[in-house]
Structure formats: C-alpha cells, structure tokens
C-alpha cells in the first residue's frame, strides 16, 4: 500500500533522522508529549518531567506532559517524582523534528532501587556493528527504547527487575530480531542482536481494530487535583478492567481532555514491522483521504493508542484506521506499509448533566437513598457506581449496579453506616456499549 501525504511526510522526516545517526546536526526545535505512568500503570501527577539543559515541566492530572522548545534528534526524557517515601525515576529516548511534537513520549517509573539494565551490540548481515538501530523493551505497561550508537553500541536504562522483557531490534531496510531477557534489579543484562536484511514483502495488516470512547465530566483540566484524576481513571477500571493491562500507550496531548477514544488491535510476531500508522477521519476508510494521518507510532511491539486531541467533540462520528509500516518503507513514494486495517468509529456521548438527587454533600436520614440523575441523549443503559470513601484505584466498589435502563435506582447494597460519607457515580452507555459518559463524582453523608 501507498501511505497518505500527511504519514509519508511524518515518516520522511523520521526516516531522515535515521539516516543521520541519532540526530545528525541540530537545526530546528520541537515539542514531546507523552505520559508518565507508574508500575502498576497509574498515571502519575506532579512528576518532574525533563530533558537536561533544554526544557522542564510537571505532569498534569492524567499523568501527561509537555515540553516546549526542544532542539531536534533523539533525546532522553527524564522523569521522577517522590512515591511512598521513595524516589521513583524513568526515562524514555524519543526522536524531535522541527516545527513539530512528537506525542509518544511514554515513561514508566519504578523505585530506583528496583531497577535493571540491558546492554549489547546491535550488527548488520555483514558482521558490522549497526549504527541507529532501535531496541524496544516490551515491559509489563509501554516498551522503553534506545537507539545504538557509531560502535552499534545500545543501553536500556530503568527497567523494573523481575520481569521478562521481549526485547526487539529494528531499523529500517532489515528484518527485526527478537529475544526475550530476564532482568534483574542491579544487574545489566547482556543482549546483542544480528540483523538481515529484508526482503520485499509487507507488514501484516492489523487486524480486530476496536474504539472505547469516554467523555470525561465537565471540569476535568490541567488544574484537577491528583486525587480527583485518580479517582477517575480508577472508575474507568472498575468499568473496564482491561484499562490496568494495557501495555502500550501513546496519548497525543499533554491537557486535561474532555474525550479520550482508546483503539487497540490484536498484536502478531512480524519482523517486517517497524511500527504503525495511525489515521482519524469525518468518513470511512480514512486511511484513503490524504491528511488524516494523525501519528506514528514507533514502536512494533505497540498494541494500543489513545487519541485525547482536545479537539475531539461530542456526538460526531470519527472513524479510525491503523497500517502497519515496514522495513522496506519508501520515504519518496511511500509504498512499503500493510493495507489499512479494518475501520473502527467511534461517536463520543455529551457529557453528563451535574444534577444529582441526593444533591452533591447532602446529608441523608434513609439507608435505601433513591439515587437520581438527567437522562443523557444517546445513552441506552446506565452504570452505578458506590464507593465507601473517595475512590482509589485498586478499590472496590461498595455497590455496582451494572446495568439499568432508568434515569433513577433505589440504593440496596450493604447496610449504610452511621457517619460515613459515599462516593458514588454513574456511567451511561451507547447501545454498543463502545461510548461511555462518567458523570461528576457526587457524595452524600449518611446520618439516621
């Protein structure tokens, strides 16, 4: 397949840094984007974000960031943030292009006494050492990456101990070698790789492509407090628990957003691959309409992206394709990616209403409360969630009435206890299920 203009362009000027060997001469500046996720995959607030001596930041409710003004190459993102009285610190290489962002720029963070290495040489069909090869470490959450030196010399810095990583080489115009490593905390893991070269067929297209759009509740911005976007995202899990399993994510901007579409595909072992495509339209088969490339994700491993572009607007219909790009890409005529997967769409439900009866904080005599709310257009089923106490990830609910087609529920979960405050929410549904609102977190007193 031929890629659209706007991919061929963003994979032309990756292609191009390739060739100059991790960043060749520095001309232009740029901007990275990307997450900051712990290692059970919560996003963490209020991480120190850095590049040293160009650009600093903190990370925001949903665990993303954004640094501004970043001269071109590749680059070494720092994070680090203080977690349970322990210093907790990752960092992620990605590449920046001129008078552009790049939005991947996923760190996971583990206690620095935690922490392995792997370390090796990355050589070509000739026996030669490589120079620019990327070597991606799948992890338990995203993959972490370098990109081997002159000497094809690669080193993989602030892996959690304890795990199995698959560990993947790729460069453009060879076949990717994989192995697994084991690494272990203070230890580096000795790993090389032999690369041939590829022949001329194309990437595996990605198959079972799927959309979950939700709709935050109005107000979730920059400013939200680090419990507020905690208790969020442990609502999402208690919804899908899927949510705490996915390994890859790529989120492509760094505020707090009022929509947030989730696509993932089914993951296949393909050397050819050297990472993915990704295309947003207003129509079918967007991957047909030059300029709805909307990333590239470099990363053959990746098996999810999360589109949170601020705008992304409720009830239109956007429609979603994923190619996969290979190892024979052609920057000039951009033959060398997989036909589009097939189309995913994804139409975002409005927000939910504020209203709330019992109203938010009120104080209520009755054990078996009738919880109330506005009826949401487009919303076919609606989910009632009841916390003991603020919500957190890991926590379970008290109550969870999963599914009910009225706009109001008669509370009867466990006994309610004098003096505790109740958290509860409610989530509205499409018909498929695929489009989901969460309403404001509301709490009432419980006093007979």
């Not at 060739?19 to 996003?43: F, M, Q, W, Y």
């Not at 903190?58 to 720092?78: A, D, W």
């Not at 349970?84 to 991947?104: E, I, K, P």
């Not at 705008?311 to 890409?329: D, I, K, M, R």
Request: charged share 15%; proline share 6%; with cysteine.
């Amino acid at each position: 397949m031929r890629t659209t203009a706007r991919l061929q362009s963003i994979l032309a000027m990756w292609l191009v840094l390739w060739l100059t060997a991790c960043g060749g001469n520095e001309s232009g500046r740029g901007h990275v984007a990307g997450t900051v996720t712990d290692i059970k995959g919560d996003p963490v607030v209020e991480a120190r974000v850095w590049i040293s001596g160009e650009s600093e930041t903190l990370t925001n409710t949903n665990g993303t960031f954004l640094l501004t003004n970043v001269s071109e190459g590749f680059k070494n993102v720092h994070a680090s943030a203080r977690i349970s009285n322990q210093q907790w610190s990752g960092v992620a290489l990605v590449q920046v292009f001129a008078d552009d962002t790049t939005r991947n720029a996923n760190i996971l963070l583990c206690p620095e006494n935690l922490q392995g290495s792997i370390e090796g040489f990355v050589y070509g069909p000739d026996g030669s050492r490589l120079e620019g090869a990327r070597v991606f470490a799948g992890g338990p959450l995203s993959s972490a990456m370098a990109v081997s030196d002159r000497n094809g010399y690669y080193r993989i810095d602030g892996l959690r101990g304890g795990y199995d990583y698959p560990v993947v080489a790729s460069a453009p115009g060879f076949l990717n070698d994989k192995k697994t490593v084991t690494v272990v905390a203070g230890q580096v893991a000795q790993v090389s790789f032999a690369l041939t070269a590829a022949g001329g067929g194309l990437p595996a297209m990605p198959s079972n492509l799927q959309a979950v759009v939700w709709t935050q509740p109005r107000g979730v911005t920059r400013s939200t407090s680090p419990e507020t976007a905690n208790a969020l995202e442990a609502i999402k899990r208690v919804v899908d628990p899927k949510r705490a399993q996915y390994r890859a994510i790529s989120r492509v901007t760094p505020t707090g957003s009022l929509i947030e579409v989730d696509l993932t595909w089914d993951y296949v072992e393909d050397r050819t691959r050297l990472g993915y495509g990704i295309y947003r339209g207003r129509t079918s088969n967007p991957a047909s309409v030059p300029d709805n490339a909307i990333a590239f994700l470099r990363d053959p491993l990746a098996d999810l992206f999360a589109d949170l572009d601020l705008n992304l607007t409720p009830e239109v219909t956007y429609y979603y394709q994923v190619v996969a790009v290979g190892a024979n890409f052609d920057p000039d005529t951009g033959a060398g990616t997989s036909s589009p997967s097939n189309n995913a769409s994804a139409t975002p439900l409005s927000p939910m209403s504020t209203f709330s009866s019992p109203e938010h904080g009120d104080t209520i005599s009755t054990s078996t409360p009738t919880l109330r709310w506005n009826p949401l257009n487009r919303a076919d089923t609606y989910r009632v969630i009841l916390f003991e106490g603020f919500p957190e990830i890991n926590r379970d609910p008290l109550w969870d009435r999963k599914a009910t087609t009225n706009n109001s529920l008669v509370y009867t979960g466990p006994a309610l206890q004098p003096g505790q405050t109740y958290y509860w929410v409610v989530v509205a549904f499409s018909a498929d299920g695929n489009a989901r609102s969460i309403s404001p977190l509301w709490k009432f007193t419980y006093r007979p």
